[in-house]
T-cell receptor
Framework: TQLLEQSPQFLSIQEGENLTVYCNSSSVFSSLQWYRQEPGEGPVLLVTVVTGGEVKKLKRLTFQFGDARKDSSLHITAAQPGDTGLYLCAGAAGGGSNYKLTFGKGTLLTVNP | ETGVTQSPTHLIKTRGQQVTLRCSSQSGHNTVSWYQQALGQGPQFIFQYYREEENGRGNFPPRFSGLQFPNYSSELNVNALELDDSALYLC?????????????FGPGTRLTVL
């Protein structure tokens, strides 16, 4: 069974601070996705990383896929209250199980004004 | 373009009852995946339907079953409800079965089992 561990589980910071969220596994994933989920809504895809060592930027968000494709990080620069939400990482196993996403438990981020 | 919709929004049932949840996929999408998200947890994969056939299944018992219709909308049925079935049930539609295709999630159905 593939597992994704996210840390920290909860994070409360002030507007303007930087933060990093981690997603770790002992398993290799063919791709890894990051989602943000707000209360009462389904997750919304932020990014997909596929290649080991890949770095993608989305405005103030920077995503990195580990060289061995077992871990990933999300870094937010100058956080704003609008960044508040549950951040989820999800991995795809590849091969015959390529249809299935395994999600971490999520990091609940609160950005205070 | 209409997004993914789910009905009902909220549902309360008692142990032993049966429930049917519905999902309308986004236009042009032929794949629907269902997830269970317990409080404080990430979504857990239940199963996926691709062109009306079950394409893969997670670690859920047979009392969780589903259907996909010719218009690619889908139903999730749960029999003999247990207290632990209380959760947010999410469906996601995508233009293909591979995880490389972006999945678009609906807002979910909140099921409470008493």
């Amino acid at each position: 069974t593939q597992l994704l561990e996210q840390s920290p589980q909860f994070l409360s910071i002030q507007e303007g601070e930087n933060l990093t969220v981690y997603c770790n596994s002992s398993s290799v994933f063919s791709s890894l996705q990051w989602y943000r989920q707000e209360p009462g809504e389904g997750p919304v895809l932020l990014v997909t990383v596929v290649t080991g060592g890949e770095v993608k930027k989305l405005k103030r968000l920077t995503f990195q896929f580990g060289d061995a494709r077992k871990d990933s990080s999300l870094h937010i620069t100058a956080a704003q209250p609008g960044d508040t939400g549950l951040y989820l990482c999800a991995g795809a196993a590849g091969g015959g199980s390529n249809y299935k996403l395994t999600f971490g438990k999520g990091t609940l981020l609160t950005v205070n004004p | 373009e209409t997004g993914v919709t789910q009905s009902p929004t909220h549902l309360i049932k008692t142990r032993g009852q049966q429930v049917t949840l519905r999902c309308s996929s986004q236009s042009g999408h032929n794949t629907v995946s269902w997830y269970q998200q317990a409080l404080g947890q990430g979504p857990q994969f239940i199963f996926q339907y691709y062109r009306e056939e079950e394409n893969g299944r997670g670690n859920f018992p047979p009392r969780f079953s589903g259907l996909q219709f010719p218009n690619y909308s889908s139903e999730l049925n749960v029999n003999a409800l247990e207290l632990d079935d209380s959760a947010l049930y999410l469906c996601a539609s995508s233009p293909g079965a591979s995880s490389y295709n972006e999945q678009f999630f609906g807002p979910g159905t909140r099921l409470t089992v008493l």
